[in-house]
């Protein structure tokens, strides 16, 4: 079983910074794509950036030039760095892994459960 677990949302305020965080935990042998992904209310599921397993980065809309999203392929574990946060950032945001749970095993695509962040003052 894999499992993708986000951590590091909350509550700040506009022009505010969060880093959010997701690990990658059970059998896992590599994970190629990785993406961060946001759903407002209302709204459709929306991707934020993505990043391949060499770390070449990918950013949509709004994040580009305040977000920042790398990886640490030995801890299976992808990040988010966003600066410069607005209240149109407020969303549920996702994680979401391309895995091989084994060597030549098929790709399995996984969703983690989400993080709230809010942009409030």
């Known amino acids: 079983q894999v499992q993708l677990v986000e951590s590091g949302g909350g509550l700040v305020q506009p022009g505010g910074s969060l880093r959010l965080s997701c690990a990658g935990t059970g059998t896992i042998f590599s994970i190629n794509s990785m993406g961060w992904y946001r759903q407002a209310p209302g709204k459709e599921r929306e991707l934020v950036a993505s990043i391949t397993r060499n770390g070449s980065p990918t950013y949509t809309g709004s994040a580009k030039g305040r977000f920042t999203i790398s990886r640490d392929n030995a801890k299976n574990t992808l990040y988010l760095q966003m600066n410069t946060l607005k209240p149109e950032d407020t969303a549920v945001y996702y994680c979401?892994?391309?895995?091989?749970?084994?060597?030549?095993?098929?790709?399995?695509?996984?969703w983690g459960q989400g993080t709230q962040v809010t942009v409030s003052s």
């Open positions: 979401n892994a391309d895995v091989l749970t084994t060597r030549g095993s098929i790709e399995s695509n996984y």
